[in-house]
């Protein structure tokens, strides 16, 4: 597969866009060209300010500058490719309060843990659209759910349609960063995610070279298929947990990780999306502690490094970026993502896409 890798297009400057009450403004980057920019993806949209996987998420994204919107790719009963975090839906959306969809609480294993909720392949998609997203995590994020109840459940079609408009009305083109979540989970379900995915892209003319489209998973089995059976022509990106490994595979991320890992790894993807403990772990004391050679092994092995998730809140940031006490509080995010991209990793998934900007222009 040596010959399918291409260089990772890290897109177009990111144009300024007006910042939110009390977020950071995305300043034009004049000067930093494609082949050297570092990408700012904007995480399930800019998730910092609107509820996660919705097509208000998505689009304030790409207005705060983020080159790609990152859409975590579920599927329903009837086949559709839908965006949530999880299969599990009870924490994104009213299902609960739905007397209707009562009946289809259930417990799961889902990658061997045992999970109770609603589940999206016991929708169709008609039975999804009546619902509406909410905040998954409130207690950090109140002032997102000022927008609950407001924004349906978008599908992944209907993403590329607002990636389409978007880039024709900021005059860039705006990329795609989909996620494949729980593929084998649902390959089980006889409800495989590749294949739909691969139509969806093809569908809209986005499996091509040069097309400004990344496809992820935490399963390496999943990109395999991807890049064997399928033959996708945009850059696969595997996903990399602190701990544990991918599941049902007998390796671990740390093995995965070492420069025979990163080697093989090569041979069927063209980047890495590691935690960003991965990047530089954390002291005993919360502080940040010594960067890894990742970056390094990497980039030998002709890898990206773009890791995951860079936020604002107090809770998220290491103990010496945190300003007073309340969790929920704003810290120094920029200096965070500064001190990261320092390290040579070549882009990162922010849910505050105008700090990611900012912060890449001070580098």
């Known amino acids: ?47 910092g300010y609107r509820p996660e996987h919705t097509l208000a998420s998505y689009e304030l994204a790409a207005r705060l500058g983020a080159d790609y919107m990152e859409p975590d790719l579920v599927i329903t009963k009837d086949g559709v490719l839908v965006c949530r975090h999880e299969p599990e839906i009870g924490g994104t959306t009213d299902v609960s309060s739905r007397p209707e969809f009562a009946a289809r609480k259930k417990t799961v294993l889902l990658d061997g ?49 607002l990636r389409k408009r978007l880039s024709k009305e900021l005059d860039r083109e705006i990329g795609v960063f989909p996620e494949t979540k729980h593929p084998t989970y649902f390959q089980r379900l006889g409800l495989p995610l590749e294949g739909t995915l691969v139509r969806v892209l093809r569908r809209n003319g986005l499996d091509r070279r040069g097309a400004k489209v990344f496809v992820q998973s935490f399963e390496a089995a999943n990109l395999r298929e991807l890049a064997d059976k399928h033959r996708v022509q945009v850059p696969l990106v595997f996903l990399t947990g602190g701990a544990g490994g991918p599941f049902n595979d007998p390796r671990s991320y740390a093995d995965y990780l070492t420069p025979a890992g990163l080697k093989e790894l090569s041979q069927f993807v063209d980047g890495l999306g590691p935690e960003k403990g991965q990047i530089i772990p954390r002291n005993a004391d919360g502080t940040l502690g010594t960067p890894t050679a990742l970056v390094k092994n990497a980039h030998q092995a002709g890898l990206k490094v773009i890791p995951y998730t860079f936020r604002a809140e107090n809770s998220f940031l290491p103990a010496e970026l945190r300003v007073g006490t309340d969790v929920a509080a704003y810290g120094k995010a920029i200096d965070e993502q500064v001190t990261f991209l320092r390290t040579g990793i070549d882009g990162l998934f922010t849910d505050n896409p105008d700090v990611g900007v900012l912060a890449r222009s001070l580098v």
């Not at 597969?1 to 260089?7: H, L, N, S, Y």
């Not at 999970?115 to 392949?121: A, D, S």
């Not at 169709?124 to 109140?142: D, G, H, M, N, V």
């Open 113 to 161: 843990i045992s999970v109770t909720g609603w589940f999206t392949e016991d929708f169709t998609l008609a039975e999804l659209k009546t619902l509406r997203a909410t905040e998954r995590i409130p207690a950090i994020r109140q002032r997102n759910t000022l927008y609950d109840g407001r924004f349906p459940v978008p599908t992944f079609q209907e993403v590329l349609d």
């Open 1 to 47: 597969m040596a010959d399918r890798r291409q260089v990772l297009r890290i897109g177009a400057a990111a144009a300024a866009a007006p910042a939110l009450a009390g977020t950071v403004a995305a300043p034009a980057l004049a000067g930093n060209s494609s082949s050297t920019k570092k990408l700012v993806v904007g995480h399930r949209g800019a998730s």
